[in-house]
């Protein structure tokens, strides 16, 4: 695969590394990262994902998971639950602590020994944050911060990053809260990157690069 700088412009997103099921969509890798190419990255459906010791990868998966906001499946049993924590003091902030939201979502979850999400990612979505294209929504449980997700949006389009929670649900709020904004202003999708069974529970769908 490419190994890119910061000065050099990513490669197209159709090489053949695509086409292996075990690297779908890598394209590139660099030993640096900076807010510059996650825009320039962003603007071409590209984003990094790595491991811990691994140098900055760089992905374009070919499906790709997406979640249209009108397709959003919010279950009666997350709506109940979001209504009993509303009235038990649970409240939602937007770009309040965002450090602090994405540095949860960087703890390993459990049975896992690193995360994707070292040092430098935080540092560089946090330039991200202060040049207001990256932003957080945060789930309170009185003054306690009990889950939340950050993404990236730039224009129309959102691309969702990560979600932690401390406290069961927590994190699903947070992403009903983020579609449901999305309704009320006219958002269409979010870009969920990668295929789970998680986000397909909430109506995300793989889609093909070309129809």
């Known amino acids: 695969i490419p190994w890119i700088s910061p000065e050099m412009h990513f490669p197209t997103t159709d090489n053949d590394v695509s086409e292996v099921s075990e690297f779908n969509g890598l394209i590139a890798a660099s030993d640096r990262l900076s807010s510059k190419m996650l825009v320039n990255a962003y603007h071409k459906g590209i984003y990094p994902w790595s491991s811990q010791g691994q140098p900055i990868l760089w992905w374009s998966p070919n499906p790709r998971m997406v979640l249209n906001c009108t397709d959003f499946i919010l279950h009666n049993s997350l709506k109940k639950k979001i209504k009993s924590k509303i009235k038990n003091g649970m409240r939602l902030t937007c770009n309040k602590v965002f450090k602090e939201v994405i540095t949860a979502c960087a703890s390993p979850r459990p049975g896992q020994k690193s995360s994707w999400i070292t040092t430098e990612i935080i540092d560089s979505y946090y330039a991200l944050h202060i040049e207001n294209l990256a932003h957080s929504i ?16 730039i224009g129309r389009m959102v691309f969702g990053e990560s979600m932690f929670h401390k406290q069961s649900d927590a994190s699903k ?18 870009d969920c990157q990668q295929e ?10 793989p889609i093909k690069r070309k129809n």
Do not use: M, P, R
Not at 196 to 205: D, E, I, Q, R, V
């Open 173 to 190: 709020i947070a992403l009903t809260a983020l579609v449901k904004w999305l309704l009320i202003n006219k958002g269409k999708i979010i």
């Open 138 to 153: 945060e789930v309170w449980q009185d003054e306690d911060l009990i889950g939340g997700l950050y993404i990236v949006a």
């Open 196 to 205: 789970t069974k998680h986000l397909a529970s909430f109506g995300a769908k």
